[in-house]
Every structure is written in structure tokens, then in C-alpha cells.
């Protein structure tokens, strides 16, 4: 069984997910197969227990490679020996607070892994279309009256963000160097999405599966920064926008060959971390509370982060298909299936693509046919 939509491009087409065992490859990942693409993941073990990728049983799905994306020559031979014609570099360490305990290895991996990336594809002539997924936080984020839009500088004050920052410039130089000629026909975009939301995130520090670990465990919900507002959005709204992207680029090499933001609409109900928990706290039916921890001797985190999509929007009529609301409630149905153990989670979470694309057809998204 396979989905019909962005074209029908991916069936059949050989396509190396690197970081695919994380929470974003995983959904990733997921969604190309049932587009019938034949997968090759590239990545070191799942990062939590559990895991998405376990939970999908998605390892018997793929061409598994373990390995770490710092690995140049392992990155060469595989990419040598599957030849895929698309890729989507996610492979990253991607935790603010993670990066400040050990910085060397964020830059190591976030900058020297993507450089690894694009060293590799100088030398792979099966390669069509490569997208780079970096983050929100790449911005030097000293804008303050508005989202912040594609060309605003990179930067970043935590190690995180700066490393993101720094793989947007690597790529940039990358593609104005090598692959902006007519010789090389390859066509590399950037990805900034989000603050990205959905089921099967077990990451720590992040709201949603501290949250459902409170709730599970009877625990109040510990919150550091209650007031910080993210770009929040559902995970499968960036991942169409890299799909369809991609799409994009494959008949049009030079017009796509850019930038990109996919954060939610502008104009939509932007939450509050205390708002998501609450939120929560309310679906579930629970009477605990949300308690506040002491963040005066935290690292920096910013506390106002937001993108513009509008570049998106009307140069490849993509858009966010729901709201929080829409988003929350899949979430949290999620995580419930998953605790009730009543459902294979694998089905589960195809029929929230399905969902998630029969609400995109009835806004007549151009990617779902």
C-alpha cells in the first residue's frame, strides 16, 4: 500500500534520510515509505528508549546503516554504494541545553557532520536533490519587531543555534563553490522549520514529552521558562514542505535552489510553553499542576523566537494545514493509543498522515495530488 501525493516523485526513488532514527527521520521516514521510496537511513542508534523508530518498527522497513554522520569515508561508501537520487540531511544534536554541556561535540556534529554531507555529495553524481535541515534558531534572533525572514543574518548565543547557524553558512559556501555551476546538476536547499510537535518525542527538555512523562508518572508538570513563545507547529506540516520542496527541485534545479522557512502562519494563536502544558494538562483530563522551577542559574535560552513563511507560501504554495488545536489533539491521541497498547502504532501513525492529508485536499494543496 502507498500514498499518491507530491507527484508521485518518491515511488520507486532510492532516498538516503540521514538521522532517521530521531523523532523528525522517524515521521520522515515513515511518510516516504508509504510514498513507496526505497530508503536508506543513515544515522547512529535511536537517541531515547523508547523510541519512534522502534515503537514503527521502521528498521525492518529500510536499509539500516549505523553509523555517525562524523564518519566522512562510512558516509562516502554508503552513498557510493545505494546511489540515491534525494536526500535529507536531519542527522544533529538538537538539544539547547545538551549543546552548552558539551559544546565540541554540537559543533562536531551540527558543523562538521554537514560539512561531511556536502563533501560527500561533491562526489556523487546520483544525487538530484539534497536538503539540509538546520533549525528556527539559526538566526542571530536580535530582531525583535518581526519573524524573521531567509536572508536576516545567522548567528545564535548558545552553542545549539550557533552551530545551525554555521551549517546554513557551510552550505551556503558549499553550493556558491561547487555546485551553483552548470557542470554539477544538483540542486541544495536549507530547511528551517518550527518548533516542532507531535506523537513519539521522547526527547528531554522538550515540553511535550516532559509533560506526558509528568502526567504518566502522577507528577506535577516542571516548567523553567513559562512565558517563552516558539513557532510551535505539528511535525508532519515542515515535513510536507521538504517533501514538496524536493518535489520542486528535482524539475527546477535552479528556481528552488534556496533557503527555505516552514514555520506556522504569521497570523495563527501563538502558545506559551505554560499555554501547551495547561493545554495538556486539560486534554488529559488531569488534576495536576504545572509547577515552576528556579532558571536564574540556567544557560541562555531565547525567550521570543519566531519565522516568517511567507517566501513559502507564494513561491510553492505550501502552508500550515493545522492549528495548535489541530496539532494538540493528534498529539495527545497519539501518546494515548500508544499507553492503551490497543492499536499497532505503526498503522496508528499512517492514519495521521492520512488525516493529515485529507485536510490538506480540502484546502486544495497542490503537493496532495
Known amino acids: 500500500m502507498s500514498q499518491k501525493t507530491f507527484n508521485d516523485i518518491f515511488k520507486g526513488k532510492t532516498v538516503l534520510v540521514t538521522g532517521h532514527t530521531g523523532?523528525?527521520?522517524s515521521w520522515l521516514t515513515l511518510w516516504l515509505k508509504y510514498l513507496g521510496a526505497n530508503i536508506i537511513g543513515y544515522s547512529l542508534n535511536p537517541p531515547t528508549d523508547p523510541s519512534l523508530f522502534d515503537i514503527l518498527n521502521l528498521d525492518n522497513e529500510i536499509t539500516n546503516v549505523?553509523?555517525?554522520i562524523r564518519d566522512k569515508e562510512k558516509l562516502f561508501e554508503t552513498v557510493k554504494k545505494y546511489?540515491?537520487?534525494?536526500v535529507f540531511h536531519l542527522a544533529a544534536q538538537s538539544l539547547v541545553r545538551d549543546s552548552y554541556e558539551n559544546p565540541l561535540n554540537t559543533f562536531e556534529i551540527n558543523v562538521l557532520g554537514t560539512a561531511n554531507m556536502l563533501e560527500v555529495l561533491r562526489f556523487s553524481p546520483s544525487v538530484k536533490v539534497a536538503l539540509i535541515m538546520t533549525s528556527d534558531k539559526?538566526?542571530?534572533n536580535k530582531i525583535s519587531n518581526r519573524p524573521h525572514i531567509e536572508d536576516d543574518p545567522m548567528g545564535g548565543i548558545d552553542p545549539y543555534s550557533a552551530s545551525k547557524g554555521a551549517a546554513e553558512l557551510i552550505t551556503s559556501s558549499y553550493k556558491d563553490s561547487f555546485f551553483d555551476t552548470n557542470s554539477h546538476k544538483i540542486s541544495i536547499s536549507t530547511i528551517r522549520a518550527g518548533n516542532i510537535l507531535g506523537g513519539g518525542d521522547w526527547a528531554k527538555d522538550r515540553i511535550i514529552p516532559d509533560s506526558i512523562n509528568a502526567i504518566n508518572r502522577n507528577h506535577n508538570i516542571k516548567i523553567r521558562n513559562p512565558d517563552?513563545?516558539?513557532?510551535w507547529q505539528y511535525v508532519l506540516e515542515p515535513i510536507s514542505g521538504m517533501l514538496w520542496l524536493a518535489r520542486k527541485m528535482y524539475s527546477n534545479q535552479k528556481e528552488f535552489n534556496q533557503s527555505w522557512n516552514f514555520g506556522p502562519e504569521i497570523g495563527q494563536k501563538f502558545l506559551t510553553v505554560k499555554e501547551i502544558a495547561d493545554y495538556i494538562l486539560t486534554k488529559s483530563n488531569s488534576s495536576l499542576k504545572i509547577d515552576f522551577t528556579d532558571n536564574s542559574n540556567q544557560p541562555f535560552e531565547s525567550k521570543k523566537l519566531m519565522i516568517?513563511?511567507?517566501?513559502?507560501?507564494s513561491n510553492l504554495d505550501w502552508k500550515n494545514i493545522y492549528t495548535i488545536d489541530d496539532a494538540l489533539s493528534e498529539i495527545i491521541a497519539w501518546y494515548k493509543t500508544y499507553q492503551n497498547k490497543q492499536e499497532d502504532m505503526k498503522e496508528f501513525s499512517i492514519s495521521q498522515i492520512d488525516n493529515y492529508v485529507?485536510?490538506?485536499k480540502q484546502v486544495n494543496m497542490n503537493w496532495t495530488k
Open 228 to 231: 517563552s513563545i516558539r513557532p
Open 138 to 140: 539559526c538566526y542571530d
Open 66 to 68: 549505523t553509523s555517525d
Open 308 to 313: 516568517d513563511s511567507s517566501k513559502a507560501y
Open 23 to 25: 523523532f523528525i527521520g
Open 83 to 86: 546511489e540515491p537520487e534525494f
Open 358 to 360: 485529507s485536510k490538506a
